[in-house]
């Protein structure tokens, strides 16, 4: 009787000690998390203070670099645009293939180069791989966009991509204000401004250098295989769906092998993310309606000099332009993180109201030929499209959760994923 009490006792002595063992576990995680974000909102902050930026093209006009109006206009600045156009799409396979963090060091050293070609630069050959440089920083934008997706449930997407939006439109703002108090109360010129601005981009690279590189991202990054079975992607963890297995087969024919080559599984990724309607529209939007937009914002100082044409550069408004309407975006962004709108059924709605207001202001800005007016246009217009663009992070990020997972293997998707 002795050995058959002591025979129940035992399994239950290990379970007070398993007890407290996880308790402090998602304190240190939820500590660790919130630290994470902190320090990535610090970066996007740093990140953008460039005082400098909102006078490039005064700069290149001026008498320090003494480029024409039309080397500016039909020379060098349709690079940017185009170029940025071009790299959009495999900056974005490589951001979540690498894991975003190399991304990011890519995007501080080109900045550095961007900063190092306008000081020293001398030839419009020298401003075009500037402006080239400048697109691999634009495009370079989805790492920190996505990063932050790596650290927080799907349920927070569109509330964090507020939050990291607004941390780097807050950063455009001071950078802005900075960059007009200094040439118009500090009557500093536009080089030493470039100077400032190249210190503070060297800081931010080595901000970057200290980011964490997540183990795992959205699509192409899975956790390691066990006993030859797959690996489910890092989407099978954030939405398992009901009576999801684990893991599945890999078939081991040679066929499979070249289907998981890399570049195969980048093109799949890619064309599997384009099937979901949600996610299709909003990227046509983002690509479509960025270069757009970034025509306008970098066009809009050469319309500027055309309407107010002014020698005297205290009385070159472009940082305070800037600053109001980053503001006014950052303040729009933030926002957009707390609308609750059914956006699968309203998207096509807001969109085309959202895009047809931008052409409009647009419409006004050519028109017009007062210089207050068109400054005000070009405020608004910035401000529309800084509220759709984190809803169109969370709401094409949600798109491929709420999808079945992606496969490690083609022949995994010709079922029900396939045909959806």
Request: with cysteine.
């Given at each position: ?195 400032i601005s190249l210190a503070f981009l060297t800081f931010s690279l080595i901000l970057a250098m200290f980011l964490k590189r997540p183990k795992r991202s959205l699509f192409f ?200």
């Amino acid at each position: 009787m002795a050995s058959s009490s002591q025979r129940v006792e035992k399994p239950v002595s290990p379970e007070p000690q398993a007890e407290p063992g996880p308790e402090p576990g998602p304190g240190r995680e939820l500590q660790s998390w919130q630290w994470l974000v902190f320090y990535l909102c610090f970066y996007g902050f740093m990140s953008q203070m460039r005082p400098g930026e909102s006078f490039i093209t005064p700069y290149l006009l001026s008498p320090a670099k003494n480029f024409t109006k039309k080397q500016v206009t039909n020379e060098i600045t349709p690079v940017l645009s185009y170029s940025y156009l071009a790299v959009l799409v495999p900056m974005f396979l490589l951001t979540d293939y690498l894991r975003y963090k190399p991304v990011l060091l890519l995007q501080g050293l080109s900045y550095i180069a961007v900063w190092l070609l306008l000081l020293f630069g001398d030839s419009v050959l020298h401003m075009q791989f500037m402006e080239f440089f400048y697109s691999l920083t634009m495009a370079a934008r989805i790492a920190y966009s996505s990063y932050i997706f790596s650290l927080v449930r799907p349920a927070q997407y569109q509330r964090m991509a507020g939050y990291s939006r607004s941390a780097v439109l807050l950063g455009v703002f001071t950078s802005s204000v900075l960059g007009q108090l200094l040439v118009t109360v500090g009557k500093f010129s536009f080089t030493t401004l470039n100077y400032i601005s190249l210190a503070f981009l060297t800081f931010s690279l080595i901000l970057a250098m200290f980011l964490k590189r997540p183990k795992r991202s959205l699509f192409f990054n899975r956790s390691e295989p066990a006993h030859g079975e797959a690996s489910p992607s890092e989407l099978d963890k954030m939405h398992p769906g009901p009576g999801q297995p684990a893991g599945r087969k890999l078939c081991g024919t040679p066929l499979a092998g070249w289907r998981d080559w890399i570049l195969m599984r980048m093109l799949w990724e890619l064309g599997a993310s384009l099937r979901l309607p949600q996610l299709r529209l909003w990227s046509l939007w983002w690509v479509f309606n960025s270069a757009g937009y970034y025509l306008i914002v970098f066009y809009v100082h050469i319309l500027w000099n055309d309407i107010d044409p002014t020698k005297d550069t205290t009385k070159v408004y472009n940082g305070g332009v800037d600053a109001a309407s980053t503001l006014l975006g950052a303040i729009t962004a933030f926002t957009a993180g707390f609308v609750k709108v059914q956006w699968a059924l309203w998207a096509k709605l807001i969109i085309g109201a959202v895009t047809a207001v931008q052409a409009g202001l647009i419409f006004l800005m050519h028109k017009t030929g007062s210089i207050w007016l068109c400054y005000m246009a070009f405020v608004l217009f910035r401000g529309f499209y800084q509220f759709l663009v984190p809803i169109a992070i969370s709401s094409s990020t949600l798109g491929t959760s709420c999808c079945c997972p992606l496969p490690t293997s083609w022949e995994l998707c010709w079922g029900p994923c396939g045909t959806s």
